[in-house]
Structure formats: structure tokens, C-alpha cells
């Protein structure tokens, strides 16, 4: 089987030559342990953070060993009681196409209730994440207005959707007219902007003409500090992202307009969604209950093919995914 290791540190934007495709057996499962086949590989940003040398709240990749990332996967051959061929299941695993693990690293998903790929997304850790963020840190009350950047992709589209059903007024902020089109038009955002081709900050004080109350941060940068000077007394700022620096060499300082934050006495508080951990459950039947309410919808930007993993984890950079960035790796 083919299987995808880390081979450099990446310097900046990664490219293909920071990562090989190896061979290796596929292996037999032994007592406790199960075989399975990669259905879905989960790429996300935060994969970058990994790729990177040092102390962080993950354990950095080792360079040589194969790369991992959630994973949806089914069995196909079991020694262990918890599970039986063809149970579909998700876990964190490699990027190869078979995995032999051990029966407490993965968990059986309901396949029935779900598509399987909407536990790497909206019912997984990218909703979670929106959720947890949005409602505990957020706290969007009615009437109040929410703005939110990366607001196409998968955590930002489920922050709007979940601030419209809180009953805020969503101001989105996205990188293409067609990612503004679907915010506006599928996902009923209240307006949308085009960080690529308006001036944000502008663009933020034409459409949020009562201030902003909550920011929800996925990129910080440039866009994060357009928002600062229209906060709201007592606007809460939940930072779950900064994807315009994972790029770049040198860190990026700040916030540096500390004194919007004063003025207005606002909240700004970082999070990983693991923090949120026991409450998983909770955050996962709201979820569901909307999606199957219709009050939520999601869209997956599928690409087929083990072989197009690495373009799937780069076109991140790129803004070319709408919602949840997914690889298709076979067929359950
Ligand atoms: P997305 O689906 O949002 O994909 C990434 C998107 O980021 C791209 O589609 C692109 O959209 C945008 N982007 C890329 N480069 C830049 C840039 N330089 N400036 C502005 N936008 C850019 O990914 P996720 O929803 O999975 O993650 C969103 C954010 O949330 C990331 O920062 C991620 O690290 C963070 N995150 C944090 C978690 C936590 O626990 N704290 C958990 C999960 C995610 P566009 O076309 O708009 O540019």
C-alpha cells in the first residue's frame, strides 16, 4: 500500500517536495487490534502548525514516519469484540490507505443517520469547534451583530449559521465572489465580503452599521485588525484561528491596536477545541438536531484519490475549498 510521510520541515508555504509517498505492508491485526481502509482523510489548516518544529498543543509530526489526521475509515477484518467487518469507524490515523490499530483508537460512526464524511465535518471536530467557540466564548445574543472570517470554510460557515439561529445579524468575510454568493444566497448571511477584492475595514462599517458585538477569528492578520476599531462595548472575540500566518517565517505580533480592546473593554480569548472535550456529546446532538432540523447545511469540497492527499492539504492555502476539505480515498 501507498502511505504519505512528513520529509522535511516545511520553510513557508509546504510543497510537494516536503512530502514522499513510500510503500509499506499493509499488516495483519492481532488480538484487540482491527484492519481498516481509509475511506476519508480529513486535511486541515492546523496541519501545518504540526508539520513545524517545537512545543505546541499537539505533538509536532516526526519527519520519515507517516502523517495523520482524523480519519474515516471501514473494517475489513476484526480481532476484536467491539468491532466487525464493515462497521465504519473514525479515529485518528495515517495517511495510507489500510491501517492496523488497536480497538480504543477509533470508534464506530452511524453512517445510517449521516453521511460518513459529516463526522470530519459538521458533526465533527470543524462543527465542534464553531460551536464551542461561538456559544461559549461568542455568546451572540439576539439582535447582535457577528461577524466571522474564513466564513466559507468549514468551521466559518457553521459559525454563521448557528450566530443566524441564536438570532444575530452575520456579516461573513471570504477570499472569491462565488464563496460570497453561497454565504449570502445558501446560507442566508446578511452580507459578505471579499477580503481579496474590497477594503475590509470598509466594508465592515458599511455593513455593520450598529458596530460588531463578536468576532469570530479564523485568520487574524490583516482582517483581524480591520475589525478591532468597530468592536462594541464588551464585544467577545473568540481566536480560533490565524491560518494568513501559518505561512509564514517570521510570527506575526500582535493584536496590534490593543486599544480598541481597552476602549471598549472586550474579550479576546484563544481556544482548541479539545478544551471542550467532555462536552462533546452535547455539542454533537445540537448539532445534528439542526442538521436535521434543515436549520444547518454544510457543503465538502471532495478530492478523489489517496494519490491527491497533499493537493487537497494545499489548496487549503489557497482558498480553494467551500465547507470541509475532504479526500476520498475509497468507497464504503
Ligand atoms: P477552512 O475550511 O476554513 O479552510 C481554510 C480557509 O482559509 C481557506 O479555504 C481560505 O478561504 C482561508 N485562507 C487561506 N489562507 C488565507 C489567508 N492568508 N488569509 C485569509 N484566509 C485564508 O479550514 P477550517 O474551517 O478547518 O479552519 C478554519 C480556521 O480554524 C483555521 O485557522 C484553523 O486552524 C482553525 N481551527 C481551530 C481549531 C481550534 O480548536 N482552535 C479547530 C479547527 C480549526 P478564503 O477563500 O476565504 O481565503
Known amino acids: 500500500q501507498n502511505t504519505i510521510q512528513l520529509i522535511n520541515r516545511p520553510k513557508g508555504t509546504p510543497t510537494h517536495d516536503d512530502f514522499k509517498f513510500v510503500e509499506a505492508p499493509?499488516?495483519?491485526?492481532?488480538?484487540?487490534?482491527?484492519?481498516?481502509?481509509?475511506?476519508?482523510?480529513?486535511?486541515?489548516p492546523y496541519l501545518r502548525g504540526r508539520m513545524n518544529e517545537g512545543k505546541s498543543y499537539i505533538e509536532p509530526f516526526k519527519l520519515d514516519e507517516v502523517l495523520s489526521s482524523a480519519v474515516i475509515a471501514q473494517v475489513e477484518e476484526s480481532k476484536s469484540d467491539r468491532f466487525s467487518k464493515g462497521d465504519v469507524v473514525i479515529g485518528s490515523l495515517g495517511w495510507?490507505?489500510?491501517?492496523?490499530v488497536k480497538e480504543n483508537e477509533i470508534r464506530k460512526v452511524d453512517h445510517k443517520q449521516?453521511?460518513?464524511?459529516?463526522?470530519?465535518?459538521?458533526?465533527?471536530?470543524?462543527?465542534?469547534?464553531?460551536?464551542?467557540?461561538l456559544l461559549d466564548i461568542g455568546k451572540p445574543k439576539e439582535g447582535e451583530t457577528v461577524v466571522v472570517s474564513g466564513a466559507a470554510g468549514a468551521v466559518g460557515s457553521v459559525v454563521g449559521q448557528i450566530a443566524k439561529i441564536k438570532g444575530a445579524r452575520v456579516v461573513g468575510i471570504a477570499g472569491s465572489d462565488e464563496k460570497i454568493s453561497y454565504l449570502k444566497d445558501e446560507l442566508g448571511f446578511d452580507a459578505a465580503i471579499n477580503y481579496k477584492t474590497e477594503n475590509v475595514y470598509k466594508a465592515l462599517k458599511e455593513n455593520c452599521p450598529d458596530g460588531i458585538d463578536v468576532y469570530f477569528e479564523n485568520v487574524?492578520?490583516?482582517?483581524?485588525?480591520?475589525?478591532?476599531?468597530?468592536?462594541?462595548?464588551?464585544?467577545?472575540i473568540p481566536v480560533c484561528g490565524a491560518i494568513s500566518g501559518y505561512n509564514k517565517a517570521e510570527r506575526d505580533m500582535g493584536p496590534r491596536v490593543q486599544g480598541y480592546l481597552i476602549k471598549t473593554?472586550?474579550?479576546?480569548?484563544?481556544?482548541?477545541?479539545g478544551n471542550y472535550s467532555s462536552r462533546f456529546?452535547?455539542?454533537?446532538?445540537?448539532?445534528?438536531?439542526?442538521?436535521?432540523e434543515g436549520k444547518l447545511k454544510y457543503e465538502e469540497t471532495v478530492t478523489e484519490g489517496f494519490d491527491h492527499t497533499v493537493d487537497a492539504f494545499l489548496d487549503l492555502f489557497e482558498g480553494?475549498?467551500?465547507?470541509?476539505?475532504?479526500?476520498?480515498?475509497?468507497?464504503?
Open 26 to 44: 499493509i499488516g495483519s491485526p492481532e488480538q484487540g487490534q482491527v484492519l481498516v481502509r481509509t475511506v476519508y482523510i480529513s486535511v486541515d
Open 96 to 100: 495510507q490507505e489500510y491501517s492496523v
Open 114 to 133: 449521516a453521511p460518513a464524511s459529516a463526522y470530519l465535518s459538521v458533526l465533527g471536530m470543524t462543527g465542534l469547534t464553531a460551536y464551542f467557540g
Open 220 to 236: 487574524g492578520g490583516e482582517i483581524g485588525d480591520a475589525v478591532l476599531p468597530l468592536l462594541n462595548n464588551f464585544a467577545r
Open 265 to 273: 473593554s472586550s474579550l479576546m480569548q484563544g481556544f482548541t477545541v
Open 281 to 292: 456529546k452535547e455539542g454533537a446532538e445540537a448539532l445534528a438536531g439542526w442538521l436535521s
Open 320 to 332: 480553494k475549498n467551500l465547507g470541509k476539505a475532504v479526500v476520498k480515498v475509497s468507497e464504503i
